[in-house]
């Protein structure tokens, strides 16, 4: 690959006309990666745009951790090319790097360091002059209201606040590409409505476009665009609404004693695809509160423990386009992280 | 939005420099922050040289050095231990950190990887060097005269072993990935590395095959230097090491930049 992109940081000149020409501000193309015999990226190809909030989506080993660790400069792809603002660029460029701000998954915080210092080593390792590190590990410090904070040793740090600490650490260079991989892995529901509310404003201050992964579907849904990756390859690329729309309707689900044997009366009598989803029937379908009165009265009491009915959400989504659940392969959460020994 | 243009970029000069600044200076700060570290760092040589200087003082006659007490030939192998011990405790940690911690965002920044092998190099040196001077204020219990000790030399080898060391112990690092492993290494290699190399007992009373390993271990030119800076013309007559300070020099230069380069090398090919 290294061979294959050329460095092109002197041709950044005249950015602009470019990014106008082709619409994306990051354009990978056929991204592909193998790890021994197994394929984890196949010829990956997406743009994204200027100021959106692009997601991949997919379980674990579906190649978008892959993908994000390519993007990182962690990982070498096989093959593939990289443009940012129309120009081609090799993933080391420091013209690209400097343009990009990374949030790990797996934290990449000092715990010896106070939030400040932490946040002044990431500014200043962007060749930020100190006057100007200082003032912007200042500025991020307010906008994700750690400022009271900043002068504590992150070691013993919630996950939730380490995670806005990380956002802003990966943001205080003014980077236009924010890089995330699994973002909010690990933390609870207040903590994730937090650190969104964090990205959109900080989106909304700098114009940043922000490219992620997940496999959190309510995560998916903070997207303005979604690529659905299953087995290293783009299942489907659109925005959360209309990839919602490609289900046929509502969704029904139904707990029941002998699962299997429903879903065969479902499938003669009322000619419905029940899919098997933990051991509970999802059925798609469009006007379902309709559908619902029927379906207890065609089973005797009993038979049926429960019935409900949802609107789809991404992972139904993602059951429909690949076949598998979403959260088929997910990983355990990872333990709260205590202190490191150095 | 704002467009950022290319002269918002520093150069690649100042953007390798800046990561060089940030990791060194990390591993400084680090170090004074973490107390237990400046305390083990004096006191486990003090207790090293101390037991080991008079369990085998009383048993070990050196047959070229004639007079010189076991803690006075010993003193310098303690000071390329605490160099060696430094160096392995801090390239260690880039196992962990790579995978978990701060490496990952300075190694997804502007600056080259060699830049991140000569920051964390340097910052292990500088640490190694701190530790060194700390336990070289007990040099007068071994009875080194300070007004005869070569400074620049001492000075020089030190720094030279720290960073060959700490190139041998990233290598290492980077190329193992897993600190079991790499705790197997360093007892297989880097401890009977310093055992070897002249820092406990002198190469003349080795056996002629042990002995061959010790004249081509590169660490030995780490414990001779310091030796020959400490004890220069008082003492190296009667202890009859041969050799130069111009040998030493060279032969840890090599070394030094064979290691870093090795380092260097493997961090450099993503994998």
């Known amino acids: ?342 | 939005m704002s467009v950022v243009t290319l002269e918002s970029v520093p150069s690649r000069f100042r953007l390798n420099l800046a990561t060089v600044r940030v990791l060194a200076g990390r591993d400084v700060v680090r170090f004074f922050r973490q107390r237990f570290r400046v305390v083990g760092a004096l006191a486990q040589p003090i207790v090293f040289w101390l037991v080991l200087g008079s369990g085998f003082g009383g048993s070990f006659q050196l047959r070229s050095a004639q007079g010189l007490a076991y803690k006075q030939f010993f003193f310098p192998g303690v000071v390329t231990m605490v160099l060696l011990f430094s160096t392995i405790f801090a390239t260690i940690t880039v196992i962990e950190d790579r995978r978990e911690g701060f490496l990952q965002c300075v190694l997804a920044g502007p600056g080259s990887r060699w830049s991140v092998v000569v920051g964390k190099s340097a910052g292990s040196t500088l640490i190694a060097l701190l530790q060194a001077s700390l336990f070289l204020l007990l040099a007068p219990l071994a009875q080194v005269r300070l007004a005869a000790v070569d400074w620049p030399l001492l000075a020089a080898v030190m720094i030279l072993s720290a960073l060959a060391m700490t190139g041998v112990g990233f290598a290492m690092a980077w190329w193992i990935n897993s600190t079991t492993g790499y705790h197997a290494v360093m007892s297989v290699l880097l401890i009977p590395g310093w055992v070897l190399s002249g820092a406990m007992f002198p190469i003349e009373s080795a056996g002629p095959v042990l002995g061959s390993v010790m004249r081509i271990n590169p660490m030995r030119f780490a414990v001779e230097g310091v030796r020959r800076a400490l004890f220069g013309g008082t003492l190296s007559g009667s202890l009859d090491q041969g050799g130069s300070a111009a040998r030493d020099l060279v032969a840890l230069m090599l070394f030094a930049a064979v290691a870093v380069g090795i380092a260097a090398w493997r961090v450099s090919r993503r994998e």
Request: proline share 5%; net charge positive; aromatic share 4%.
């Open chain 1, 1 to 342: 690959m290294d061979a294959a992109v050329k460095t092109t940081s002197a041709a950044l000149a005249g950015e602009d006309a470019a990014q106008a020409a082709t619409g994306a501000l990051l354009k990978v193309s056929d991204l592909s990666r193998r790890f021994g015999s197994r394929l984890a990226l196949a010829g990956l190809s997406l743009e994204v745009r200027s100021g959106e909030i692009f997601g991949l989506l997919g379980p674990n080993g579906a190649g978008k951790s892959t993908a994000f660790q390519i993007l990182a400069c962690i990982l070498r792809p096989d093959a593939g090319r990289v443009y940012f603002n129309g120009r081609e660029l090799s993933l080391d460029d420091p013209a690209l790097r400097a343009r990009m701000g990374v949030v790990f998954q797996r934290g990449s915080l000092d715990d010896q360091l106070t939030a400040r210092e932490n946040l002044l080593l990431g500014a200043r390792l962007y060749g930020l002059p100190r006057p100007r590190a200082t003032a912007r590990a200042e500025e991020m410090l307010q906008l994700i209201e750690l400022s009271d904070r900043a002068a504590e040793k992150v070691e013993g740090w919630s996950g939730g606040m380490r995670r806005r600490l990380e956002l802003a650490r990966a943001l205080v260079h003014q980077p236009q590409v924010l890089l995330m991989d699994e973002p909010t892995q690990g933390l609870d529901e207040a903590s994730f409505r937090k650190f969104w509310a964090h990205v959109k404003s900080l989106r909304k201050v700098s114009g940043l476009t922000v490219l992620l992964t997940t496999h959190r579907p309510e995560e998916a849904e903070q997207c303005d665009r979604l690529a659905i990756l299953d087995a290293g390859r783009l299942v489907a690329l659109d925005s959360p609404p209309a990839l919602a729309a490609r289900m046929g309707g509502d969704v029904i689900t139904i707990e029941a004693e002998a699962p299997e044997e429903i879903r065969r009366i479902l499938r003669d009598r009322f000619q419905l695809a029940g899919a098997l989803v933990d051991g509970r029937i999802q059925v798609e379908r469009r006007e379902g509160h309709a559908l619902i009165p029927r379906l207890v009265e065609a089973f005797p009491a009993g038979r049926l423990n429960s019935v409900s009915l949802r609107r789809p959400t991404l992972a139904d989504v993602f059951l429909k386009l690949t076949g598998h659940s979403l959260g088929a392969d997910q990983p355990t959460p990872q333990p709260a992280r205590k202190g490191r020994a150095a």
